[in-house]
């Protein structure tokens, strides 16, 4: 069985008993993106489709750039786990959940086919479309999670969205010596740096100590927007990137 969004984005239809009701009066705002980090494609699948893993997604795209769709969009898929952003903590039932076929840092990680993106590309834009998310709400699992994920990881190639109109990119800034900060520093620059950090959505308090907290967040923007060089460090290069980053926010000055 096939079905097609408006844009003509085609799935095949692969159920999944893994879903509930979404949370009354609820939104769809966001779209979150995952790898499966699974040594196969079939593996993924199977687990996504087990009662008994209690994990799942509304779309799975395959690396040939195939997409199924297991779980409709009107459900609440189990995709996010424990995470937040912008203040919110049940995540999966203000998002989409896509999931894309990839071994991941713990079984091969590896760089994401062009059939593949372009297959992503094309689906979250129809999402966004169809649902009205901003640009700001397309996420990696690492955003919501940076204590425990590390998806869809620092080879997926974001730029590539962006040129469909999809999620926000920036250039990022060239890395060089200069300014830093890192764990166990503190003062008025952390303060500043976990603040934009919290702006953005991040889960960071802002207490002025680079703790480990404020690593692990630092990490996952480097992952997602600065990923050249991802070490949790706050050095010249991810503070500008960060800079640039909120420029493109609305009402942002």
Known sequence: MSVATDTGVKARVHPSPNHGERAQGVPIDMVVLHYTGMPTAEAALKRLCDPRAEVSAHYLVDEDGSILQCVPEARRAWHAGR???????????????????????EHGYRAFPEEQVDAVSRLVADV??????????????????????????????????????????????????????Q???????????????????????ITG??????????????RHFRPQKVDGIA???????????????????
Not at 186 to 205: F, H, I, N, W
Request: hydrophobic letters at 40%; glycine letters at 8%; proline letters at 7%.
């Open 209 to 222: 100590v680079f703790d480990r907290r404020t690593q692990l967040v630092v990490a996952a923007f480097q």
């Open 128 to 181: 966004c479309r169809r649902h009205g998310i901003d640009p700001w709400m397309v996420l990696g699992h690492s955003d919501i999670a940076p204590e425990r994920k590390q998806d869809p990881g620092e080879l997926f190639p974001w730029i590539r969205l962006a040129e469909k109109n999809v999620g926000v990119y920036v250039e990022p800034f060239p890395i060089r010596s200069g300014l830093l900060m």
């Open 235 to 253: 050095d010249q290069s991810t503070i500008e990137t960060l800079n640039a980053l909120l420029r493109k926010l609305p009402n942002f000055s």
């Open 183 to 205: 764990e166990g520093d503190s003062g008025q620059p952390v303060e500043a740096l976990q603040s934009m950090l919290a702006l953005y959505g991040y889960d960071v308090a």
């Open 83 to 105: 995470s937040f952003w912008k203040g919110e903590t049940d995540i999966n039932s203000r998002s989409i959940g896509i999931e894309i076929v990839n071994p991941g840092h």
